[in-house]
Nanobody, 119 residues
């Protein structure tokens, strides 16, 4: 089993930057891809960014493209989401997710971390 724990959320002002962390534990070598999603109140969960762990390729959703960077520290088993130029519409709970096989849905989830951007 893999466990994911997010951290780094908080209250920031519009235009600020913030870095979220996702610490993975357990059978981390079984993970194929990791990703960040977010869900704002009353809205569907949406994809923010992801990466294939072995290939190192990264991909981004439209919501924060150009304002976010996904990265990973293999030694620490931690994935990051660096966000910049934050807007009030970025306010959401941000979730870390993983899967264990190519093509599988993301079926391992963290508990989420709240990001609130004030105007």
């Amino acid at each position: 089993q893999v466990q994911l724990v997010e951290s780094g959320g908080g209250l920031v002002q519009a235009g600020d930057s913030l870095r979220l962390s996702c610490s993975a534990s357990g059978r981390t070598l079984s993970m194929f891809a990791m990703a960040w999603f977010r869900q704002a109140p009353g809205k569907d969960r949406e994809f923010v960014a992801g990466m294939h762990l072995s290939a190192g390729s990264r991909f981004y959703g439209n919501s924060m493209k150009g304002r976010s960077t996904i990265s990973r520290d293999d030694v620490k088993n931690t994935m990051y989401l660096q966000m910049s130029s934050l807007k009030p519409e970025d306010t959401a709970v941000y979730y870390c997710a993983a899967n264990t096989r190519s093509g599988d849905p993301f079926n391992i989830w963290g508990q989420g971390t709240q990001v609130t951007v004030s105007s």
